[in-house]
């Protein structure tokens, strides 16, 4: 199954009060910030984010996100963003963000009021700030579990403008967003917004290889909604949680298991590149990807064979994809009874992750440490004794 990491998404684990973007508590509790164990610090709550916002800077630094460049003069944010799959010198869009007026073209007046999201990463940058009223319309999704977005809806609040080459044109001049985000995955009818003279603005969070690049692009949103300082904190937290995880995983493990990806797709084993997120992710959870020198940033479709063969002796596979009910060996097994032979499915160590059942597209994109930690879990469960998983789980027995 092909992994979307252009999933969508919503961070309801931060959710604070209301502020200017009107975000809603959250009532989990957590260990003190003081504690630094891995396992104590992913217990850690983020009810109080956006209290202490203010603590933080209002000046956005890029530090991990290779598409993204912001500089600031005078009054004026200057943002250049870019394909991070590409070199330097390839074509890049250039945004002036200026306070107050009407935006036109490339020059976007911040706050905005509302805004198009194409893809649930998207909209993942908006719900972590808590401000997901500012998204004023979005494409369909086959899943949506995020309740203020399926409220707005109901409401009115939030219009559905169709899908890439056949988009509602009447409702999303209705919508009046500031501008629409578009990604390259969504091929198609563009040209129909463009003449609706509504800016549009490329997000390429989803061709980010680290994954705190990826979560970074919601410095971007907080630009945009005038949320700098929240953004800044949001992101904190998530850099702080994922390099603590990262480096325990490093300094205290030697053994390093061995992990494939994917599984049949139409005429081939879909799996994704050596230098992609989820290789990353296996990386800095302490496994050896069995792709792990390849140098595709992308999936690609291996002759069947070829993969079976590397697997029969792999450690744990993980793979992930919608299905209604529970999925299960027997079920993985129908799929083809050569999984069977593989020593992971022998073993009981496939990895899982239900897109019907968990809002993974709709937060993951925002929530790097807890993919990390999920992997972290079935590797080295040791490091993170009292850590439930939340997206990637061991297929139960």
Not at 71 to 79: A, E, I, K, L, P
Not at 99 to 120: D, E, F, H, L, Q
Not at 132 to 161: A, D, Y
Not at 225 to 235: D, I, K, L, S
Request: net charge neutral.
């Amino acid at each position: 199954m092909r992994h979307l990491f252009t999933k969508g998404i919503v961070l309801a684990g931060i959710a604070a009060a209301a502020m200017s973007c009107g975000g809603a508590s959250d009532s989990h509790s957590g260990n003190s910030v003081e504690k630094t164990s891995a396992d104590s610090i992913m217990q850690q709550s983020r009810d109080s984010l956006f209290e202490k916002a203010a603590a933080y800077s209002d000046t956005i630094e890029i530090k991990y996100a290779k598409g993204l460049e912001v500089r600031y003069s005078g009054d004026t944010v200057f943002v250049t963003i870019s394909n991070p799959e590409e070199q330097s010198g390839s074509a890049t869009t250039k945004l002036a963000l200026v306070k107050g007026g009407k935006s036109k073209g490339n020059v976007i007046a911040v706050p905005v009021r509302g805004v198009i999201c194409m893809t649930a990463l998207q909209l993942s940058n908006f719900a972590a700030l808590g401000c997901e009223n500012k998204v004023v319309g979005m494409t369909s999704l086959r899943h949506l579990f995020n309740p203020r977005m399926k409220k707005q809806m109901e409401e009115g609040k939030t219009v559905r403008i169709g899908k890439e080459g056949a988009f509602d044109v009447e409702s999303v001049i209705a919508a009046n967003p500031d501008f629409i985000f578009v990604s390259e995955s969504k091929r198609g009818g563009f040209g129909q917004l463009k003449d609706c003279g509504i800016p549009l603005i490329p997000h390429h969070g989803y061709k980010e290889t680290d994954p705190l690049g990826q979560a970074e692009w919601i410095k971007l949103a907080g630009l945009l909604v005038g949320e700098p300082q929240r953004a800044n904190a949001v992101f904190a937290d998530i850099e702080k949680k994922y390099n603590t995880l990262r480096d325990e995983v490093a300094q205290k493990t030697t053994r390093r298991p061995t992990v494939v990806s994917g599984r049949q797709v139409r005429d081939g084993w879909y799996v994704m590149g050596g230098q992609s997120y989820i290789a990353r992710l296996f990386a800095d959870a302490g496994a050896n990807y069995f792709m792990k020198d390849n140098t595709s940033t992308g999936g690609q479709t291996l002759d069947f064979e070829s993969v079976y063969a590397q697997a029969m002796n792999i450690d744990f596979w993980q793979i992930d994809g919608s299905f209604e009910g529970e999925y299960t060996y027997d079920v993985l097994l129908a799929e083809d009874p050569r999984y069977g032979d593989l020593k992971a499915f022998k073993s009981h160590n496939v990895i899982f992750c239900n897109f019907a059942r968990v809002p993974y597209r709709e937060q993951s994109p925002m929530e790097p440490h807890y993919l990390l930690a999920d992997f972290v879990k079935a590797f080295h469960p040791e490091i993170l004794p009292s850590y439930v998983p939340k997206y990637y789980k061991l297929m139960k027995q």
